[in-house]
């Protein structure tokens, strides 16, 4: 069994930063890249930014500039650093990762139990 763990989320001004944490956790023996999705009131879960093992990332275009993503493979850790937070940037931040459990072979994605951003004016 696997879990992914968040943590960081909050209440903060706009203008303000926020870093989000997400930790996997169970017997794990690869995981292929990582990611954070947000889902907003009345909007459709969307891909903010993704991290694979190599490093390469992508980000939405909304975070781009503001956002960073990065990982620590030992620690089978995910960070979100978010700069000049908006208001629009208030959503509920789920962590996403694919993966291989110790018992292998095949890859499968697993998700957290999200953590609300919420950015005030």
């Known amino acids: 069994q696997v879990q992914l763990v968040e943590s960081g989320g909050g209440l903060v001004q706009a203008g303000g930063s926020l870093r989000l944490s997400c930790a996997a956790y169970?017997?794990?023996?690869?995981?292929?890249?990582m990611g954070w999705y947000r889902q907003g009131p009345g909007s459709q879960r969307e891909l903010v930014a993704i991290i694979r093992r190599g490093g390469s990332t992508d980000y939405a275009d909304s975070v781009k500039g503001r956002f960073t993503i990065s990982r620590d493979n030992a620690k089978n850790t995910v960070y979100l650093q978010m700069n000049s937070l908006k208001v629009a940037d208030t959503a509920v931040y789920y962590c996403?990762?694919?993966?291989?459990?110790?018992?292998?072979?095949?890859?499968?994605?697993?998700w957290g139990q999200g953590t609300q951003v919420t950015v005030s004016s």
């Open positions: 996403n990762a694919s993966l291989v459990m110790a018992t292998g072979p095949h890859e499968y994605v697993y």
């Open positions: 169970g017997s794990i023996r690869s995981i292929h890249a």
